[in-house]
């Protein structure tokens, strides 16, 4: 609020004349209001720890960081120009890789990361979109210097605290508000809705929107809440999602969900066949045995089957292949596994004594 010479800055003028005018212990009890509010309206986070967990009430400072106009205006370009310098920057890696092949990025750093993701190779999403929703921090060091401290791009959390604190000081300071300019903030949620939508898949007239979360349990839950309310959208949890006719994606009138698939009925197989050095060739086997046997169990699963393959770290699809239900290669893969199977069961003659 104050310049090192301990002026009042330009933009803190108002409010440290307001705050002039109060004593210590108006403040101690505005402060105490505050809390008080937070702890109504339930704006907590749950922080967790062996043993158990602690639900806090959100940090509350009286003394709010007030940028002007001129600030403001940098911060928010700079922003904007880092949250698309970050979509083009995944569009890149997932497509050409042209900052690798420039030697801007060593290639191990972006390859081997856990959070590359081989499948999203040569997937343009809409809008060519991958960042829906940014949470940058910022370090200010000095007059009109701001570094960032990290770029919170997958699912950042947080800006329910930052509309309920903008209410709470319009409560307790309702003189701070009078006659200034102050960019609002209660429009977020409806400015998401829109983001989200946007972004929909091709041909989608009317995308469902919904707000997936873990639970209750979540450090986050009240924010999940919130904001499903303040954009009017259901609040989802995982056992909302389900297949439909298989495994692949699609929305409809009575089933306006996500659909996923799963990992179970062929499982085992896989576990028993693959090893490190199981060659490619195997593994496309295998994988089609384990398909098959998946096939067999759940009636929602069938043909056409999607295979591609590409090698370790090639990142290239080397080859790629749809098998229809009358393939006879699949059929082949059927009808051996069975009989193999049927083989094996009564080739295994150890008698371990029982009676029944």
């Keep these: 609020m104050r310049a090192p010479d301990g002026t009042v800055r330009h933009a803190y003028a108002e409010l440290a004349g307001l705050l002039d005018n109060l004593s210590i212990d108006s403040l101690v009890t505005k402060q105490n209001a505050a809390e008080e509010l937070f702890r109504r309206l339930g704006i907590t986070f749950a922080v967790y720890a062996e043993g158990g967990s602690t639900e806090r009430l959100i940090p509350f400072d009286l003394i709010p960081r007030i940028l002007d106009r001129s600030e403001w205006d940098l911060v928010e370009r700079g922003c904007i120009q880092r949250v698309k310098a970050i979509n083009v920057f995944l569009y890149d890696i997932y497509h050409d890789q042209e900052i690798i092949k420039a030697g801007l990025v060593p290639p191990e750093l972006i390859l081997l990361n856990p959070a590359f993701r081989p499948e999203m190779l040569g997937i343009d999403p809409p809008n060519n979109v991958y960042a829906h929703i940014a949470g940058i921090d910022?370090?200010?060091?000095?007059?009109?210097?701001?570094?960032?401290?990290?770029?919170?791009?997958?699912?950042?959390s947080g800006v329910s605290y930052v509309l309920e604190n903008r209410e709470i000081m319009m409560r307790l300071f309702p003189d701070a508000f009078a006659g200034q300019s102050i960019s609002p903030v209660g429009n977020y949620p409806e400015r998401l809705l829109e983001n989200l939508r946007a972004v929909a898949p091709s041909g989608a007239d009317d995308p469902v929107v919904v707000l997936l979360t873990p639970g209750r349990y979540n450090s986050a839950y009240f924010e999940h809440?919130?904001?499903?309310?303040?954009?009017?959208?259901?609040?989802?949890?995982?056992?909302?999602?389900?297949?439909?006719?298989?495994?692949?994606?699609?929305?409809?009138?009575?089933?306006?969900?996500?659909?996923?698939?799963?990992?179970?009925?062929?499982?085992?197989?896989?576990?028993?066949?693959?090893?490190?050095?199981?060659?490619?060739?195997?593994?496309?086997k295998c994988a089609l045995i384990s398909f098959d046997s998946t096939m067999r169990s759940n009636v929602s699963v069938g043909p056409p089957i999607d295979l591609l393959i590409y090698r370790r770290n090639s990142l290239k699809k080397d080859f790629t292949i749809r098998l229809e239900d009358d393939d006879p290669y699949l059929q082949a893969i059927r009808d051996g596994w069975g009989g193999a199977i049927h083989k094996a069961f009564h080739d295994i003659s150890h008698d371990p004594g029982w009676t029944f």
């Excluded at 060091?141 to 401290?149: A, I, S």
């Excluded at 006719?245 to 179970?264: L, R, S």
């Design 138 to 156: 910022l370090i200010r060091t000095g007059e009109r210097d701001f570094f960032v401290l990290e770029d919170n791009v997958r699912t950042p």
């Design 225 to 284: 809440v919130f904001l499903a309310e303040q954009m009017g959208i259901e609040l989802v949890e995982g056992g909302d999602l389900f297949v439909r006719d298989g495994n692949f994606i699609e929305a409809m009138g009575d089933t306006n969900y996500f659909q996923i698939g799963e990992v179970k009925y062929g499982k085992p197989i896989l576990d028993r066949i693959i090893q490190r050095n199981t060659s490619l060739s195997d593994a496309a």
